[in-house]
């Protein structure tokens, strides 16, 4: 049962432009939304986080937005970088606070 | 570096044989995860501790493995005779339980490969 969805594996974007990573959600009881970014061989780093009371955290170049009644929260990367080329993952806490629940990854690529 | 670290980073063996993985979490963190990373999908969740305790476990961690964390700091994750399903990334995280967000520091992960 993949309570986070990402539902595109792979996003291309053009050095400077706008990246949009998109992530659905089904279980109404999440607290928090984290985003985490991959590269190669490495973990996940976290990246952004956002309260379930909150539809806006902004850090730099990275905002975080969350739509709770459609369940979805997005990812807006501005400008983006060839050095943001990685597989991003969508993550949500459940309001026990003890377990994550992770997306399957949109792997972005930053075109120079 | 003050990272969580995890000790093989890659592990072959056999069919029907045991292994472990260790993991070092960052020191001042409480909390230690366990999850699993195969292709194309995104961790997911096996167990965790806080200090030593064992508080959940996913249903994904079968009879077969095995966790600890005897004195609240590393741990160790064992696999006995292992499936060739079992071939994965597994990845530690420690979190300070803390913090409001309670984000996860993941380490860079044991692969695993059973031929």
């Known amino acids: 049962d993949q309570q986070v969805k990402q539902n595109s594996p792979s996003l291309s974007v053009q050095e400077g432009r706008i990246s949009i990573l998109n992530c659905d959600y089904t279980?109404?009881?999440?607290?928090?939304f984290l985003w985490y970014k991959k590269y190669p061989a490495e973990g996940p780093t976290f990246l952004i986080s956002?309260?379930?009371?909150?539809d806006k955290n902004e850090d730099g170049r990275f905002t975080v937005f969350l739509n709770k009644s459609a369940k979805h929260l997005s990812l807006h990367i501005v400008p983006s970088q060839p050095g943001d080329s990685a597989v991003y993952f969508c993550a949500a806490r459940a309001n026990t606070g003890n377990q994550f629940y992770f997306g399957t990854g949109t792997s972005l690529t930053v075109i120079p | 570096d003050t990272g969580v670290s995890q000790d093989p980073r890659h592990k072959i063996t056999k069919r029907g044989q045991n292994v472990t993985f260790r993991c070092d979490p960052i020191s001042e963190h409480n909390r230690l995860y366990w999850y699993r990373q195969t292709l194309g999908q995104g961790p997911e969740f096996l167990t965790y501790f806080q200090n030593e305790a064992q508080l959940e476990k996913s249903r994904l961690l079968s009879d077969r493995f095995s966790a600890e964390r005897p004195k609240g700091s590393f741990s160790t994750l064992e696999i006995q005779r292992t499936e060739q399903g079992d071939s994965a990334m597994y990845l530690c995280?420690?979190?300070?339980?803390?913090?409001?967000?309670?984000?996860?520091?993941f380490g860079e992960g044991s692969r695993l490969t059973v031929l």
């Open positions: 956002i309260s379930s009371i909150k």
């Open positions: 995280a420690s979190s300070l339980a803390l913090r409001v967000t309670g984000e996860l520091f």
């Open positions: 279980n109404s009881m999440f607290d928090y």
